[in-house]
């Protein structure tokens, strides 16, 4: 005899008063995932080094689009400082009370970066860029780790929701040959996310720790240079992307939701989530181009 299938599973995000602490909020991806925790009930902490001192915001944000939501705290803080982020965790602590999930979204990315290659590569601009990339996420890591590990009894609404959320990108996977800091900086963070997998769970068994790598995303800044140059959309979002787009901004911080919560990934751990249209790597050659050797044919 079959069994009828149970109809009491719970598809809700259950992140309602879950603090959640981004870095990176004053972004063009920041800013979008700021407002996904906000439409999920949590409570957020937007930790930026663009983000002003009089500019922290300790009340309810009142926007059409996210009318009643719970607190956000806009902190500016550099995530290179380990006393910076102490200060600012200690600060939203504070206000909004234990930090649960980070979203490390903080960092130096391809739009800000120039075309050096590996011949003409500045060692600073490797060393700062490696700064803020690698050693910053892994300041914010020790300190919510430090903070969960507190947390002897976790919140009743949080065992299940306690993450940490590290932004990869597909140049982890492909590189960046004429930008190669960026690829390096992103790859390194593979192998600090294996380190935390294993090492996360025995100081906090409900923690766990994932990361998003997505491709070319469709923010205003992508807009611009795919203006400056007519060949880049194609070039990034299309020759080697199945569906022949760049990544919309919701959809990266909709996958940053789905890993924060324990409902929907809970047994989601130690993996890096590619959201980047399903792209199989890099247009190496572009039409008109010869390498130093053949003919380019």
């Not at 259950?14 to 925790?37: D, M, P, Q, S």
Request: hydrophobic share 40%.
């Amino acid at each position: 005899m079959s069994t009828a299938p149970s109809s009491s599973i719970d598809l809700s995000l259950g992140l309602e008063g879950h603090h959640v602490l981004i870095t990176g909020g004053a972004g063009h991806i920041g800013r979008v995932v700021v407002a996904a925790f906000l439409s999920a009930g949590s409570n957020v902490t937007s930790l930026d080094i663009a983000h002003k001192p009089e500019d922290q915001i300790l009340e309810p944000q009142v926007q059409p689009h996210h009318a009643n939501h719970p607190k956000l705290l806009a902190i500016r803080t550099n995530i290179t400082d380990p006393e910076s982020v102490k200060q600012a965790f200690d600060l939203a602590r504070l206000h909004l009370g234990d930090v649960h999930t980070c979203v490390c979204l903080a960092g130096l990315d391809l739009s800000v970066l120039s075309k050096d290659g590996l011949i003409g590569g500045d060692v600073k601009k490797w060393r700062t860029v490696l700064d803020v990339n690698v050693i910053g996420s892994m300041v914010i890591a020790q300190a919510w780790l430090a903070g969960i590990q507190r947390l002897a009894t976790p919140h009743p609404s949080s065992p299940k929701h306690l993450s940490l959320i590290l932004c990869s990108s597909e140049a982890a996977h492909f590189g960046t040959p004429l930008i190669p800091i960026y690829a390096t900086s992103k790859a390194a963070l593979h192998g600090l996310l294996r380190s935390l997998a294993e090492a996360v769970p025995k100081a906090q068994p409900y923690a766990r720790v994932n990361a998003v790598a997505p491709g070319p995303v469709d923010t205003p800044r992508f807009r611009e240079e795919c203006a400056a140059d007519p060949h880049q959309f194609y070039v990034d979002a299309q020759a080697t992307v199945p569906r022949r787009m760049p990544v919309p901004v919701e959809d990266v911080a909709k996958t940053c939701v789905v890993l924060a919560s324990g409902n929907m990934s809970g047994s989601v751990h130690g993996q890096v989530v590619r959201v980047d249209g399903g792209k199989t790597g890099n247009l190496v050659w572009r039409e008109g181009e010869v390498g130093q050797e053949g003919s380019g044919r």
